[in-house]
């Protein structure tokens, strides 16, 4: 099979190693002069794995499994810090405990006064705190050279400054480049992020992917007054750990755009203030050393789109992986090519790919986190 993969991020090249790994014939396309350029390489490299929902677990527990045997080991991807998470009511802290044991974590309610004691910085806050053991700060150059050396070492052909203009079914199959070269192909897997949406209504299919802008910044304050990582979620959501010397937080904004490389907003600043207030108000004043924006996609329901599209023989979508892309982006993709490539499948991969699939009904309009 001569298989297409449109994307060179954590979903393009899991998709592609997996394939290569299969002894298919994988040629990757990435519009950009190198891979992983985009979301891939501009969040926050939180490992945090506690979506009370049925597919980050499972394909959580998996991405880490495969990226430990990819690199021998697991520090060489992901170091381990733990994590403080905060969350209104005792309700939505027995979902986070559930979601927690299933993506292979564990979170365990705290009292507020340890939380404040391993993070100095937090606010007067009534929120329920919970340790996170497991919770970490993942590498992605690492993760993301890692996938790149096994699709090589499988075969595949990896290009960069390769965009796609078009994709043609008939009366060939084959995807036409900006200069004009054509590359023809058996099976088709869109996994181009933000322009994954674009990709699939050229082809008639519409998976309801929206493209979201979010905020990322590194402020001039004290990594030992952060303390951890630590994510406030519900309607004032923010998060925060140390960096380089300084504290990385995001005001968890959301905003639809149309796929770019989005420049930070001019009101940044605000939005970090505003999420801060009440979270860590000792920061509000603390000097911005840099801010970026990043691009998460989402289909309407916030679920994966994943698998061969029914609608269209020898297509298929790795997609709509939100915020948690490199979380479970890399068994997303190795899944993805499992199914594309017919091979049998176990129960809890049958169920994942049924959850996510590419033609399920969706909401007319993008779902609330």
């Given amino acids: 099979m001569r298989a297409l993969v449109i994307g060179g991020g954590i979903a393009g090249l899991s998709v592609a190693s997996a394939l290569a790994e299969r002894g298919h014939a994988v040629t990757l396309l990435e519009a950009e002069p190198a891979l992983g350029t985009h979301s891939s390489a501009r969040n926050a490299q939180i490992w945090l794995p506690v979506d009370d929902d049925a597919t980050t677990g499972p394909l959580a527990r998996r991405s880490a499994a495969r990226m430990t045997a990819l690199l021998g080991e697991e520090a060489a991807w992901l170091r381990r810090t733990g994590a403080l998470a905060l969350v209104r009511g005792e309700t939505e ?127 001039e304050a004290s990594p030992a007054e952060a303390g951890t990582i630590v994510w406030r979620f519900g309607d004032e959501s ?57 691009l998460r996609t989402y289909a309407h329901d916030r679920e994966l789109v994943l698998g061969p599209d029914p609608r269209l023989d020898g297509v298929a979508w790795v997609a709509g992986l939100g915020g948690r892309g490199m979380t479970v982006g890399v068994a997303a993709g190795e899944l993805c090519a499992r199914a594309l490539a017919g091979e049998p499948l176990d129960d809890e991969s049958a169920a994942l790919l049924a959850r996510a699939r590419p033609d399920r009904a969706q909401p007319s309009g993008l779902c609330e986190p």
Avoid: N
Wanted: glycine share 10%; with cysteine.
């Fill in 93 to 219: 802290a027995a979902a986070m405990a559930r979601g927690a044991a299933r993506g292979g974590v564990e979170a365990r309610p705290i009292p507020m006064a340890e939380a404040r004691a391993r993070c100095p910085a937090l606010g007067p806050l009534e929120d329920e705190a919970l340790e996170v053991i497991g919770a970490g700060v993942l590498d992605p150059h690492a993760m993301l050279e890692a996938l790149a050396r096994r699709a090589r070492a499988g075969g595949a052909t990896l290009r960069t400054g390769a965009r796609v203009q078009e994709v043609c079914l008939h009366p060939r199959r084959e995807a036409r480049l900006s200069g004009g070269e054509r590359v023809a192909f058996d099976a088709l897997v869109i996994a181009a992020g933000a322009w994954a949406g674009a990709l699939g209504a050229g082809l008639g299919l519409d998976a309801h992917l929206v493209p979201l802008r979010r905020h990322l910044a590194v402020l």
């Fill in 238 to 294: 923010v998060y925060w750990r140390p960096e380089s010397g300084g504290v990385l937080v995001s005001p968890c904004d959301e905003v639809a755009l149309a796929p770019c490389l989005p420049a930070p907003a001019d009101d940044v600043a605000e939005r970090l203030v505003a999420a801060l207030r009440p979270a860590a108000p000792r920061w509000i004043d603390a000097p911005l050393r840099t801010a970026w924006a990043c």
